[in-house]
């Protein structure tokens, strides 16, 4: 047979000094009304210093309710309490359970317990995989040359990039509603609905931010989608080591404040204190947000620093996105958001551009500038290049001043070159690391592109015309030299050609679940159409290229030619200034080429 005991004894008994006699302690060592644990519910360190340790060996005396109680009576105390109840009972009892007294009622729920720590991970999981999916067609977006593509078309990263964060909040709002309602139904009855809500729209929104920030990472989006995962619940397992009743000393507060800059272990932590009030029995509400239902947090912090992580991820995200190299696109300096053109083209406030940097692109003009492929440079009329087709480099005649290879500039030409109404390119040059060493794909090309005029490039197949193109989009950063498109800079204010740039690259890159028709209304209004002019342009590029009939057809019905066809419509929408196209009539039948 098995007996127990429990006996309620006053919950300020300590060790007495003398070994005889017991001291009462007030109850105010009572602290966390809300707490679902018991060793939340004592404060053994309000004591006076003579209690907290053992005068002679120094261990600590108030750890857990076993010190604060059991051990508090000496062996003698124990055994007396026991004979005033049993007597000589000949069947005494095998446990013994102290428990403190007087206290407040509470609520020891060992499934709130549990769910705490579990419910929040399950919360986590769940995330991940729409996380993981956000990741991956970020990445698409930047292999697929897509996102380069809209800022050629005057589409900024901040509008991009705020596409998708509308749309991902939108869907996570709705799981955040329908999450809520449940566990209102379910577990967290007594709970502010609202309250709730808050918590996991923050988290689903912090989520959203940290998925930007990990997409910087990465260039290719299987590996994003696998990986992407795996960090993302990666950055919730600190919350575990947060789930011990007695994590109140001051480090560990600090710890936690700490680790909620981890956008899911805020969200865990959080969480995990409306569930310990809710365990408590007392309800989670906008007015206890800011008391402590476990030691060292609370609601209100919880909640403020998942507004952090929102911005701080945001910030991240933006700044690794410009700063680091990718396959397609130009990186920025480390320092970029401390130049005037940055602020200059966030604010578009300033309507002159900046002035370039004096760096090395001064030094490239005035190189090209002194070619020997240019011999007006040195004492032509007022110093204008003329149009100088290096691609191919120079031949001896060429470089002995002959001038066989250069074109002189007419007085127009000239004229439009000093008002900046063409496209410049100075001794631009490109170079690619290979496994078999430097291989060069520009050698150092110059040349003037006048506004109103059809200029061609021919070559050979890997002469360098599509890297050519592709450095003048902004697609490669040059090696060297510099380009101007109707005055902005190529290195120093690429946005400010992007804006009067239409380009039809090599390989289509179109929405294929965009109508053909959609394709032209939406490339009409990035490019500041009039609302009443849109379907006026579109319809007249339709009949430009002969593709009435596929209006309604989405661009994945298309084929080949017909893709093309529509590439070259979208181009000329919107009567850009400078229209560069890379193989016009690549895949183009016979009769559509006329």
């Known amino acids: 047979m098995t ?3 429990e006996i309620d004894v006053n919950a300020g008994l300590v060790p007495p000094l003398s070994g005889e006699t017991l001291i009462d302690e007030p109850a105010c060592m009572r602290a966390f009304a809300g707490a679902a644990l018991l060793g939340a519910q004592w404060r053994p360190e309000l004591l006076p210093p003579q209690f907290k340790n053992d005068p002679v ?13 059991l051990m508090a009576a000496s062996p003698a105390d124990q055994a007396a309490v026991l004979r005033g109840f049993y007597g000589d009972c000949a069947l005494p009892p095998n446990d013994v359970f102290m428990t403190p007294f007087p206290t407040l009622s509470y609520r020891n729920n060992l499934f709130f317990f549990i769910a705490s720590g579990l419910f929040p991970l399950f919360f986590v999981l769940a995330m991940a995989v729409p996380v993981s999916q956000l990741i991956r067609l970020l990445v698409v977006e930047k292999e697929t040359r897509m996102r380069e593509q809209l800022r050629m078309m005057g589409v900024t990263a901040w509008a991009t990039n705020t596409a998708w964060v509308l749309w991902y909040v939108a869907e996570m709002a709705v799981c955040s509603v329908l999450s809520t309602i449940v566990l209102h139904f379910s577990v967290l009855q007594k709970s502010d609905f609202s309250l709730v809500l808050v918590v996991f729209l923050l988290f689903t929104t912090s989520s959203i931010a940290l998925a930007f920030l990990l997409s910087t990472f990465f260039s290719s989006s299987s590996t994003a989608a696998a990986l992407g995962a795996v ?64 030691p060292g947090y609370t609601i209100s912090v919880g909640l403020r620093l998942m507004l952090v992580t929102i911005v701080l991820y945001g910030v991240l995200a933006a700044y690794l996105d410009a700063v680091i190299p990718s396959e397609f696109g130009t990186a920025e300096p480390f320092y970029f958001c401390c130049l005037p053109r940055f602020w200059t083209n966030l604010c578009r406030c300033c309507c002159s551009p900046s002035a370039p940097a004096a760096s090395g692109i001064e030094a490239d003009r005035a190189k090209a500038m002194k070619s020997p492929l240019n011999p007006d440079a040195a004492g032509g009329k007022d110093g204008i290049a003329a149009s100088v087709p290096r691609q191919y480099g120079t031949t ?7 001038t066989a290879l250069v074109e002189a500039l007419t007085g127009s030409q000239r004229s439009a070159v000093e008002q900046d109404r063409c496209v410049r390119v100075q001794n631009l040059r490109k170079e690619f690391k290979t496994p078999d060493g430097i291989k060069v794909a520009v050698a150092g090309i110059s040349m003037d592109l006048i506004q109103g005029e059809i200029s061609v ?31 902005a800079d190529l290195q120093e204010d690429l946005q400010g050609i992007r804006r009067n740039l239409a380009f039809c690259p090599q390989h289509d890159i179109l929405w294929d679940d965009l109508t053909v028709e959609e394709h032209l209304l939406f490339v009409a209004g990035v490019r500041g159409l009039p609302s009443d002019g849109v379907e006026k342009e579109a319809n ?39 229209a560069l196209i890379d193989e016009a009539s690549s895949g183009v039948d016979a009769y559509a080429r006329k």
């Not at 001896?396 to 001043?401: R, T």
């Not at 050519?468 to 005055?487: I, K, Q």
């Open 231 to 294: 960090l993302y619940i990666a950055v919730f397992f600190p919350a575990f080591i947060f789930n011990s009743p007695n994590s109140g000393d001051a480090p560990q507060e600090q710890a936690k404040v700490a680790a909620s800059i981890l956008g899911p272990t805020g969200f865990a932590l959080t969480i995990g204190e409306v569930y310990a009030f809710e365990a408590g029995g007392t309800a989670a509400t906008w007015d206890r947000v800011d008391v402590e239902a476990s």
């Open 57 to 69: 060996t120094g261990a600590q005396l108030f750890s857990a309710y076993a010190v604060e109680t």
């Open 540 to 578: 007249e590029q339709l009949a430009a290229v002969r593709l009435e009939h596929r209006r309604r057809n989405g661009a994945g019905e298309l084929s080949g030619g017909q893709r093309r066809r529509l590439s070259l419509a979208m181009t000329f929408t919107g009567n850009p200034r400078f």
């Open 396 to 402: 001896s005649g060429a470089a002995s001043g002959s």
């Open 457 to 487: 490039l021919l070559g050979h197949n890997s002469a360098g015309k599509t890297t050519l193109a592709n450095m003048l989009t902004g697609l490669y950063t040059p090696t060297s030299g510099t380009a101007s498109v109707f005055g």
């Open 3 to 5: 007996t127990s005991l």
